[in-house]
């Protein structure tokens, strides 16, 4: 196995993700069988009980892991399959060594840092490193590990060690380490500043790690003697000092390092004999595509709109979807309190903007979340939609929300709502799920790829070509409860998909409408740039008029004799 591992410096968010997703496609596109592995050096088992606000969008895999969101990006990328455990971090290690050192597996030994903690990373480093993540049994070749944060926090000090280590365990030959660092301009005077660079590489060497390869991010393109001063002073060949300018969009970042012949410089340093891929036609296509044709404008209704990453898997399905449809996605975000009444009391401008920006798009989207704030302008969302016949997709929430909504303005329950926002309502058209923990919070929902039986003839029939079971990823704590199923269905709501033993509702759609879907599960977690989501690529379709319902055959295996 041969290692690549991307570290940060200077600032985080420079885009280490984004950057270890592209190494993994220049190696991919080299014949290179490609897994990745994401550290975050926080103390929390995962993700998943964390505010969006707090580390953007949690990410959820096959297996029911709730990740961080770069492991959506490698996925997307590299059209791979992660598992929980391709997500370390600081907490899942020390439970680790904490639990075996209670089972008596250290033999009365003092459990130390080192060589406890760093020989735990060092292991699980190995042992993920070799599953296959591709859909078939083969072992990747290389792994592309990406360690979380900036070089010199403390956090990552144990994570930087235990690399170290692996490094002079696997040889030079099989470690090729390449540090993300920016470039600032200061406005006063125009000029590139190299220095903030130069104190990153010290603090790294300071940690026994020299890097491979630098890449420089700044907002433009850096001159010769810009790189020519980083390469002299952090005693690295110019020829792996790679400038990564700022672009209009992350696809062109393959591009740009395929470009300065990084996939060469790669292989170079981990010694594969393989040709190095010169051109990505398929990347560079897809990113021109990204800004080229007719805008379509779509509002997502969310009370995490103030970060972007807290919905970035949707961006993303938006995104692919729109390529695919010859369109570009222009997102308007809408904070869904300010679509209600009390804020029209409070704040009148900004209710009226509010709606103003509803009422100017093309589709409305409505995601997950959790809480009740902001649920009652989501409603309100929804009716527009509805009963404007504006193309609508409502994802987990989204859909709850819309059945809600119907509940109230068709069936005719005034008081409908969910458990989820009045515990001790009477009319729970949403409940918790009997099967779920009310005591322990994290990794306690229902997770995970699950299969829906799809409903012939339908809009979700369309949607997936004809598939009568389809397989995607979940992540809630409340459903649609079954004993309103039967009234809603009457008053013209289509529950198209169903759980295994059909009592889960998975699917809402309405037959009359130009697109109105809603689905139970994540779609946006599966969505890949050159294979978009389904539900994601029909409502694209709507919202720039290119969508037609139509009856498609199924597409069911005969049963084996």
Known sequence: MKYVVVTGGVVSGLGKGITSSSIGVLLQASGINVTSIKIDPYLNTDAGTMSPYEHGEVFVLDDGGE???????????????????????????????????????????TVQVIPHITDAVQEWIERVAHIPVDGTKNTPDVCVIELGGTVGDIES???????????????????????????????????????????????????????DIIICRSSKPLSRSVIGKISQFCMVPASHVIGVHDVSNIYKVPVL??????????????????????DLPKWRTFSDKNDQGPVVRIGIVGKYTGLSDSYLSISKSLTHAAVSSDVQVQVEWIEASNLEPST?????????????????????????????RGVEGKILAVKYARESNIPFLGICLGMQVATIEYARHVLGVKDATSSEFDPHTEQPVILYM??????????????????????????????????????????????????????LEK????????????????????????????????????SRPFSPSPPFLGFIQAAAGKFERKTVQSSKKPASS
């Open 344 to 372: 029209k009391a409070s704040k009148s401008d900004v209710y009226e903007e509010a709606w103003k920006t509803l009422q100017d798009v093309h589709g409305i989207l409505i995601p997950g979340g959790f809480g009740d």
């Open 434 to 487: 009997p099967e779920i923990s009310t005591e322990q919070m994290g990794g306690t929902m229902r997770l995970g790829a699950r299969n829906t039986h799809v409903k012939e003839g339908t809009l979700a029939h369309q949607l997936y070509h004809g598939e009568t079971v389809i397989s995607e990823r979940h992540r809630h704590r409340y459903e649609v409860n079954p004993d309103f199923v039967d009234r």
């Open 67 to 109: 990740a961080d969101l770069d492991l959506g990006n490698y996925e997307r990328f590299l059209d791979i399959t992660l598992t929980r455990d391709h997500n370390i971090t600081t907490g899942k290690v020390y439970s680790l060594v904490i639990n075996r050192e209670r089972k008596g597996d250290y033999l009365g030994k």
């Open 257 to 278: 390092l395929a470009e300065q012949r990084v996939p060469g410089l790669i292989l170079g340093c981990l010694r594969l004999n393989k040709m190095p891929a010169d």
């Open 491 to 526: 008053a013209g709501l289509v529950f198209s998909g169903k759980d295994d033993r059909r009592i889960r509702m998975e699917c809402i759609e309405l037959e009359s409408h130009k697109f109105f879907f809603g689905t139970q599960y994540h779609p946006e977690f599966k």
């Open 157 to 211: 000090m144990v994570f930087l060690e235990a690399l170290r280590q692996l490094r002079y365990r696997v040889g030079q030959d099989n470690f090729c380490l390449v540090h993300v660092s920016l470039v600032p301009v200061v406005s006063a005077v125009g000029e590139p500043k190299s220095k903030p660079t130069q104190h990153a590489v010290k603090e790294l060497r300071s940690a026994g790690l020299s890097p």
